[in-house]
């Protein structure tokens, strides 16, 4: 038998090498040299738009604000407003022609058929196939025309005229007609074909009814005035459908796939391989001349953001993924080693972290509870340890309305603020002790295994020992979480992720706020809050709007139904020979590929 | 032999039609919901939810989604993915070649590699030689697929400025544009199963070496190498061949991380999107796939040692 040893130093120096190189290969082998990441800040212009205004008042009837009764509130403010009207016309870019572009996705839709359709991820192709009548401007959250030329709207604010070009044709040939905005429309708010349309939840809760008046006229009547109204009929999922093609589906209750994703946009569905690519090509048709300047846009489906890094290395992908986003760490990486090879931009898309109680459970039906805990997260810490540093502190409503609450000032309320921290938290730790009697108290909160969910979540537990609350955080798997959720089956739910539907107030309040919205799972009621929304909703000035949604704030930030966390902000790389592409303000903004091109 | 082969596949039916109950059952146990999935992160009401359950039919009697399930199986019409609509058979048959041939392809390397060092090692006991042989098998058990898978891009990417096309090309459409995206993949898997079986192969080694039989061949003259090959190999082989057999079947249904990190729309990929989407009739019917062909490969191991060990007799 052997007595020789079973191993030796020749060995152990031999495991140690091959170790550090294979370490050394990991960690990317360059030195730290210092990185400049072109980092595009998001600020909300106001732009003075002339706006016809009449107000009547109707002040004699008394408003009887009970809980009992909100939905009987007496509507005391009408307000008729004319948003200035104008064909939007294409910028004039001296783009050049050609060029495939091509994207890495962290997640490949499943279809781009767009009231079926539910995820953000690929809007950009969506939205490159199917043109809508009204579309939310991605940079500066007006809305404008697409189809439409022009648009007016009754002395009543109940009536909308669209007016629309003549000159739209589907991918097919067919024209583009109000039948088939009629029928878009019906879509959405009849559902048939047991279609969700939960995008356009926005449109269905205003719109009373609609019709083709003639070929190029479309018209819409509202069930009351509402400031909402546009911006959810210019939401992303508002793609018009061709009637010919989806109506007899409909009908015989046929699910639809890519040889029906017909639209009008510059693109045109070309090729789609489940969990591969996703490819479209130029329409030539497209009724906006000398658009698009790409032939095509492909997209892959690439999970692994190391796959992404290697694909922009290599020249094989043009951009990376914007569902989810890069991370700071990431797109550092790839600025460090190709330089000006590549442009990273980054943005706050509006897609923000909340934690909800359980108002319907002890300890959470207590107010002062919800406020203690409020009191005791330190946001701070979340964006430096969670998203590295780039992020933002998220209010209620998307940080960057600052005609709402400016940031700034919401930095100095409690809870939100750094300095005073410590006085947060004694407070915090003085309400828990006045409910349990001076003892520690045992909770559980759940999180799902998503993102950085639980991350965000341990650091909660932390903050909240210092009150007195000892929480369990219980973590599930995404979908098994999502039921338990929506059931009501939990107590503090961490770490949660949302972004509006369309980019206004309004898509916040229809989603988490009011009685019903999907989100607001333990059915929050604020008489007071409601009727300052149905005031709200019918104003149209910005100014006084604010005002309002101020006053909604105050309520939000008094009885606190939820605790928004933090903002984080998406990082976004793309090979510098493409030109002319912005990176949208949220993620669900109108956005496609017609205006950009390849630099040869 | 010919009895004993229909015997075995007799049982496949009763056999597959358990598990058939067992998917199904449990699939519809585990918390989630498809709708759910359906709907996504979006802001929907309970009536959207309702609508979607409509939609996908979970709103019928179980014992008639398991009865019209199995009706589509057995009249080929597999019907469609709850997460797209559309068609499921098209789907797995288009992704079987990719998964086969990977499999091919990482056993090829996995034991094209393990086995012969695997016989070096043993003969060769306690040498520097062993001692190599031993570190890099343990090298390929200790680092996760996902991290060799991740590092062998980087490095093609990084020192070569070059990665495998993007695209899938089956090996009759493009047999090099195939082979250059399938080689690297095979590779980092067969690095993990090698190390499985190189060092199987060495205890087995190590142990029939030590058998008198050995010796009695050895003193009849036989030449080293045909001992080693025609007697102690062959021996070797028994549970070196079980080993692999499992090997292949998981690498058939269980190359996810690989199939992602290179880009691959394989089976286990579809699979795995098929869970966390709740997609429950391709879940059901790749699973009912994957049963069947772990009890046809368990077949093929069994009817194998019967040529490998002659005195294994089936009856």
Known sequence: MSTRPWINIRILLSIATVSLMLFAVACGGAGATPVVIEKEVIKEVVKEVPVIKEVVKEVSKEVIVEKEVIKEVVREVVVVATPAAAPTQPPTIKGQYGGIFIKGEGRLLSGFEPTRNTCVCHLTVMNGIFSQVMYTDSQTFEVKGEIATNWSVSEDSLTWTFNLRDDVKFHDGTPLTADDVAYSMFRWMERPNKISATRNAGVRFTVESWRAVDPTTFEVTLKSPDVGFMPAFGNAFAGIVPKHIFKPADDEGRALNIKDWVGSGPFMAKEFRKDEFFETERNPNYFVEGRPFLDGVRVFRMDSVSTQQAAIRTNRITMSSFFPGWTKTEADEIKRQLGDEVVVQSSMPAIFYFMQFNINKPPWDDVNMRRAVHLAIDRQKMIDLVVQGAGEISPWYHWAWDWIVPLEELKTWEGFRADGKEEDIAEGKRLVAEYTGGNRLKVNMMCRTIDVYCDLGELMVEDLRKIGLDVTLESFEPN????????????????????????????????????????????????????????????????????????????????????????????????????????????????????????? | MRQYVIRRLLLFFPTLILVSLIIFGLIRVVPGDAALAMLGESDFSDEDLQLAREYLGLDSPLHLQYINWIKGIVTADLGLSFQDQTPIGPEIVRRIPLTLELAVLTMFFSLVLA???????????????????????????????????????????????????????????????????????????????????????????????????????????????????????????????????LQFGALLSGTVITETIFGLPGLGRLFVSSVFERDYPVLQTITLLFAGLFLALNLLIDLLYGWLDPRIRYQ
Do not use: C
């Open chain 1, 480 to 600: 098994a979480g999502i039921q338990k959720w929506r059931r009501g089956d939990y107590e503090l739910i961490g770490g949660q992720r949302n972004a509006m539907a369309y980019d206004d107030p309004e898509s916040y309040n229809a989603s988490f706020y009011l009685p019903g919205a999907g989100n607001n799972v333990p059915n929050w009621e604020n008489a007071e809050f409601y009727a300052l929304w149905l005031k709200e909703k019918q104003t149209v000035d910005q100014t006084e709007r604010g005002k309002i949604l101020r006053q909604m704030v105050e309520i939000l930030r008094t009885e606190l139904p939820d605790v928004p966390l933090i903002e984080p902000a998406q990082f976004i790389v793309w090979r510098s020979d493409f030109k002319g592409w912005k990176i949208f303000q949220t993620a669900n903004s109108y956005s496609h590929f017609s205006d950009v091109w390849f630099q040869k």
């Open chain 2, 115 to 245: 086995v012969p060092i695997g016989v070096i090692s043993a003969l060769k006991q306690d040498s520097w030689v062993d001692y190599a042989i031993r570190s890099f098998s343990v090298l390929g058990l200790t680092m996760p697929t996902f991290w060799v898978g991740t590092i062998v891009i980087m490095i093609l990417s990084i020192f070569f400025d070059w990665i495998p096309a993007l695209i899938f090309r089956n090996f009759w459409e493009d047999p090099r544009v195939n082979f250059t995206q399938l080689i690297f993949p095979a590779l980092v898997l067969g690095f993990f199963a090698n190390a499985v079986t190189a060092r199987m192969t060495r205890a087995q080694m190590l142990e029939i070496m030590r058998f008198d039989y050995i010796r009695t061949a050895r003193a009849k003259g036989l030449h080293e190498q045909r001992v080693i090959i025609g007697h102690a190999l062959r021996n070797a082989l028994l549970p070196v061949t079980t080993i692999a057999g």
